[in-house]
């Protein structure tokens, strides 16, 4: 087994490979120094027509449920806020994320729009103040796994087939195999991205909840919408199984059976055939 | 309405879902009737599949007892959590209960 200091090393490494074009750069910048309006980031990211297309075509994935489809920048700046289009920015212009999910790990892309719509609905039904933040949470909850596929493919294969041979979930066969896991490996991707901790740690803890944590209730709810997204066998996570549900999470969402059977009855009725399938 | 892979829609079947990309991006929307010419652009956008109105029971629609005994095979080992069994209620209530989601 490779040894956990080494697999940090290389994940932190590839976002030297992976290197992030100026006019991201200049936009986080921007997004972080506060005192820019949203037309002018939004001017900004529309000066590089490829990432603008990437970024519009991440808001219109589904993975918040718009009925209309989002064409330009600044209607996605409004509808979505700072943070979520700096993170999507981050997201486009790096890893192209939907390939990149599509081509190493079949399903991933399905059960992470899957998970983004149902942490986007549990957070409604809670009355949050943005809930299209909870939503990208979701889509970007697994990125840890497309990172374990891109840059240890040998042992990869082998978490495959650990998981096919055991009906284990990807988690366990991870542990094993590598020494680290998908939610690790994500938080230091994005921690390196300079992402703020309220994206990081719901990713890097949603399948090790703590109620006495940084951002509890953002964990709790991608612990929540995973398990939801695997119940309802949307996509495929890697493994056919589903984590047993932290208890202590449920509770931090004040939430009843009953908000779940009409969170999972929206993601029948929101979610594409393409993603449903 | 089953879903069908694109290399089986013919010309005049008509679309009862949007046609969408991967993505999810709507390429076409739903009603449309499919001519070869849109069938090839469809093809060239490598959008894979598309759901057409038409006889239930086709290849692409996932009988219930199958979806049923999935759903089994998902939760095996959640016997004893209440939550969980709860959980499993509610989808197979939906499952029952939708019956037209390809």
Redesign the interface.
Known sequence: MPDRAAVKAKVEGITKILTIPPVVSRIVHMVNAGTVSAAEIAEEINTDQVLAAKVL??V????YGFRQ?ITTITHAMVLLGLDVVKTLVMTASVLDI?DAM?QYMEGL?EHS?GTARAANALAEQMKVQNPEEYALLGLLHDIGKVVIAQTFPTEHGRIRDLVAERNCLQIDAELEVLGVTHPEVGMWLLKKWSLPSKVVYPIAYHSNFHPRRDHADRTAVVHVAD??C????IGYPGD???P??N?DA?HMLRLT?DD??RV??RL?DEL?????? | MP?IPISDAKPGQRLT??A???????MVQAGTELTSALLDRLRNLGIS?V?VAGERGSP?DKPLEV?LH??D??????EE?A??M???A??R??LKG?GD??
Do not use: Y
């Open positions: 075509r991440l219109n994935s589904g993975f489809p939907v599509n892309w729009v398990i939801l695997r119940a309802k066998g056919a199984r589903i047993r549900i208890p449920w059976l779940v059977e999972c009855q029948d594409g055939d393409e993603v449903m399938a | 879903k879902r949007p969408a990309t991967r993505a999810g991006m709507v599949s759901v692409g979806a999935e759903l095979e998902r939760f095996v080992g959640h959590d939550w969980m709860s959980l499993k509610i989808v209530r939906q939708g989601h390809a």
